[in-house]
């Protein structure tokens, strides 16, 4: 028999993780795992329209067999850059498409498609929103990416 892991006061355990992961607390996991919780998957083609609004992003479909973070934005390291990545169904506009994980590596800008992306989620920045125009999104975009740089920057 294995004994029972504690840390902080509370029994780790695999589904507590995962718990932990897909209500979006990712710094409370990364805690208890020793490292960022990773995801990882192939870059396919999206809407494009992250290039359009000027924050060009690298999508995954996750796979429903693995445990995904909540819906919302993360500042996290992806392939080794700091990124802002937004996991959800962008609300903002009607795709059709369903949940998606979307990585701004922010200061990067090559053709990655068909590659294995991985990423370490840090932190959650703030839950997932529908933005009432274009404009206002743009706007919090640009806020959630210099504030997922400080958070790198800071780890």
Known sequence: M???????GETISSS?????????EVA?????????FL??????HGDKRGRELGMP?????PDDAYVCPGHGVYAAWANGHPAAVNVGVRPTFATGRGLLVE??????????????????FLDRLRGEKRFDSVDELVM??????????RVTESR
Do not use: C, S, W
Request: proline share 3%; hydrophobic share 50%; glycine share 10%.
């Open 39 to 44: 995801f990882e998957g192939e870059v396919v």
């Open 28 to 36: 409370q996991a990364a805690q208890f795992l020793g490292e960022p």
């Open 140 to 149: 919090q975009m640009n806020r959630d990416v210099e504030e997922a740089k």
């Open 2 to 8: 294995v004994p029972l892991v504690e840390a902080a």
């Open 16 to 24: 507590h993780v995962r718990g932990l992961v897909a209500a979006g």
């Open 57 to 61: 992003t690298a999508n995954l479909v």
């Open 103 to 120: 990585a701004h590596l922010i200061g990067f800008d090559e053709d990655i498609y068909g590659e294995t992306l991985r990423i370490a």
